[in-house]
C-alpha cells in the first residue's frame, strides 16, 4: 500500500519561508497528481495547489499564488511545497494527497490517499 508522509511543517514568523515535503514510501507515486490541502481549526479542508506527476503542470488557489510553489522529483519520488511570505492566517495542518485523473482536482473528495498532515504555525 502506498503512503503519503509530509515533513517540514513547524513555527515561524510572518514573513518567513517553510518547505514542506511529500514522500510516497512503500512504492512509487501512482496517482496521475498531488495535492496539497490545509485545514484550520473549525474550517473545512481547503486546496492549496495541485501537480500533475507526469508533465509537471501547476495550479494554485488565489489565497496562495505567487507565494507558494508545488514541485514534484520523480526520482526522489516526493512532492514539495515552498511556502513564501508566510502569514497568520496561513496556520494550519497541511496535507497531501493522490489521485487519478485530470477533472476537478481542487475537490477533496478526488483524492484517495492521504497523508497525516503537518502542523503550521504561523506568528505575528
Known amino acids: 500500500q502506498v503512503q503519503l508522509v509530509e515533513s517540514g511543517g513547524g513555527l515561524v514568523q510572518a514573513g518567513g519561508s517553510l518547505r514542506l515535503s511529500c514522500a510516497a514510501s512503500?512504492?512509487?507515486?501512482?496517482?496521475?497528481?498531488m495535492g496539497w490541502f490545509r485545514q484550520a481549526p473549525g474550517k473545512d479542508r481547503e486546496f492549496i495547489a495541485r501537480?500533475?506527476?507526469?508533465?509537471?503542470?501547476?495550479y494554485y488557489a488565489d489565497s496562495v499564488k505567487g507565494r507558494f510553489t508545488i514541485s514534484r522529483d520523480i526520482a526522489e519520488n516526493t512532492g514539495y511545497l515552498q511556502m513564501n511570505s508566510l502569514k497568520p492566517e496561513d496556520t494550519a495542518v497541511y496535507f497531501c494527497?493522490?489521485?487519478?485523473?485530470?477533472?476537478?482536482?481542487?475537490?477533496?473528495?478526488?483524492?484517495?490517499?492521504w497523508g497525516q498532515g503537518t502542523q503550521v504555525i504561523v506568528s505575528s
Open positions: 512503500g512504492r512509487t507515486f501512482s496517482g496521475d497528481a
Open positions: 494527497a493522490a489521485a487519478k485523473g485530470s477533472w476537478a482536482l481542487d475537490r477533496v473528495s478526488r483524492y484517495d490517499i
Open positions: 501537480i500533475y506527476w507526469g508533465n509537471g503542470r501547476t
